[in-house]
């Protein structure tokens, strides 16, 4: 057996970055405010939640629906799983909505304790990668959409173009005008449904027409294309464009050249182009209606986004987002953020602003929203981290362990500033503040940071 201690790499061979993986604990609501959002890395060890004052630890709430000790959290002996048994609690423990008294828990599970929601979460990150907090209009906490902020800072700057892949009304759009103002953009961002476009004028509307061109072509019009000029076209649903004209389209794409319907001489064009697809390429491809050259020139980078019931932790944070665009600033009840949390989303994050829409005008004069004001479809399914060693924060990501959207405890503060060495500027960075503000937390909280900084 080889001794992984000892074991040595031969020159010039490759390493592959190691998987971090976790399991963790997300807050989504809770009457205690200051726990809100706050996430616990499960460690091996049992945690009990329970009422501030008569439970320690992390899960220690500040709810008068939470009995003393509620709700054990500890590995399953006979299994390498994790399981939920209630203590004897008042109000009772739900696991996906049902009463229980011992659960095996699973990825993404949604727990009720009290007037408190929890999700189960399990994580994993690759070794190095590159995550990136909140900033509009990509917003979510969940370390997917991290990855999507990333990979859209990366590619942003670059002249590559981007397909982006997902289902109907997981934001592509959103992804793509993301992609063209972080680039810094100097022309416009021209969005274009390909699917939305009559066939026999979709050549006209993308690479423009002469007057004469056609029957009702009585001038020259300029094409899309040409439009977007200096900026970035985003062709949705690139799919549904008909397969005729996607020569054309390649050709556009090889050159930078247009050609508008009718005319015999080309007009130059500067322009990244981003494509959208809700289907799989490859199976587009096998039926024929995608051309695999068209695939292979739009795919120089791929981001895909997994749909919203695949990253529940964006779920609630999204809806009091879309409530406050409405003005409306009560509070989300456990009841209600469990059946949000619950239903599947089939329509994703546009069915979700839509459902908060309606909400809005239900929950009138109200201070908290609860099931009673969510749709009938979505009614029917209806403090800080505990210490870990510095070589485990160095290691993995300081997403994993501080949710960075929301003003940190002292334990947050403190294991952001030993992650970055106490280099305050890098602090500021995860946390999307300037300097000031971590040096006002710091002294609100107790906290030195002269303490963490290391010499070089």
């Known amino acids: 057996m080889t001794d992984d201690r000892t074991k040595t790499t031969s020159p010039g061979a490759s390493s592959r970055p190691r998987p971090i993986t976790a399991t963790r604990l997300v807050v989504v609501v809770s009457p205690d405010k200051s726990a809100e959002g706050r996430l616990h890395v499960l460690s091996g060890e049992p945690i009990m939640i329970g009422r501030t004052g008569h439970t320690d630890g992390p899960l220690s709430l500040d709810d008068a629906q939470l009995s003393r000790t509620h709700a054990l959290i500890e590995p399953d002996p006979s299994t390498d799983r994790w399981r939920l048994l209630d203590s004897g609690s008042r109000n009772g423990t739900f696991v996906n ?3 229980i008294t011992e659960h095996p828990l699973s990825d993404s599970d949604i727990l009720r304790v009290g007037s408190s929601v929890l999700i189960f979460q399990g994580v994993a990150i690759q070794t190095g990668e590159s995550l990136t907090g909140p900033r509009s209009p990509l917003w979510g906490p969940s370390i997917a959409m991290q990855r999507i ?14 397909l982006i892949l997902g289902e109907t009304g997981v934001g592509k759009e959103l992804v793509a005008e993301s992609l063209h103002n972080w ?6 961002f021209v969005p274009v449904n390909c699917g939305a476009l009559p066939q026999e004028l979709v050549e006209s509307e993308l690479f423009g027409h002469v007057a004469g061109a056609f029957s009702g072509a009585r001038s020259d019009k300029e094409g899309l294309f040409v439009a977007a000029n200096g900026g970035t076209i985003f062709l949705d649903e690139i ?17 930078g050249m247009v050609r508008p319907v009718g005319s015999t001489r080309t007009i130059p064009v500067n322009v990244r182009v981003v494509a959208a697809t809700n289907r799989d390429p490859s199976e587009a491809i096998a039926e024929g209606t995608l051309r695999a050259d068209l695939y292979a020139r739009l795919s120089g980078w791929s981001i895909s986004i997994p749909p919203l019931h695949a990253r529940p932790d964006d779920i609630v944070p999204l809806a009091k987002r879309f409530l406050a665009d409405k003005q409306w600033s009560g509070e989300v009840g456990a009841d209600a953020a469990e059946a949000l949390l619950l239903y599947p989303w089939p329509y994703n994050v546009r069915e979700l602003q839509q459902a908060m829409h309606g909400a809005v005008i239900r929950a009138a004069n109200q201070d908290t ?6 749709p009938a479809n979505v009614c029917t399914m209806s403090e800080g981290p505990h210490e870990r060693s510095a070589d485990t924060l160095h290691e993995a990501p300081l997403s994993l362990h501080v949710a960075s959207d ?10 952001a500033l030993q992650h970055h060495k106490g280099n305050i500027a890098q602090v500021a960075e995860f946390f999307g503040k300037d300097r000031r503000q971590i040096y006002r937390w710091a002294e609100k909280l107790g906290v030195d940071m002269d303490a963490f900084r290391t010499e070089d």
């Open 239 to 255: 799919g549904e464009m008909p397969m005729t004209l996607q020569p054309k389209l390649l050709r556009v794409l090889a050159d």
């Open 369 to 374: 929203l609860h099931l009673v004001h969510l």
């Open 97 to 99: 909505g049902d009463l």
């Open 149 to 162: 902020r990333a990979e859209v800072l990366a590619v942003a700057s670059q002249s590559i173009s981007v």
């Open 183 to 188: 680039g810094n953009c100097e022309g416009p």
């Open 406 to 415: 929301i003003e940190p405890t002292s334990d947050d503060l403190r294991m």
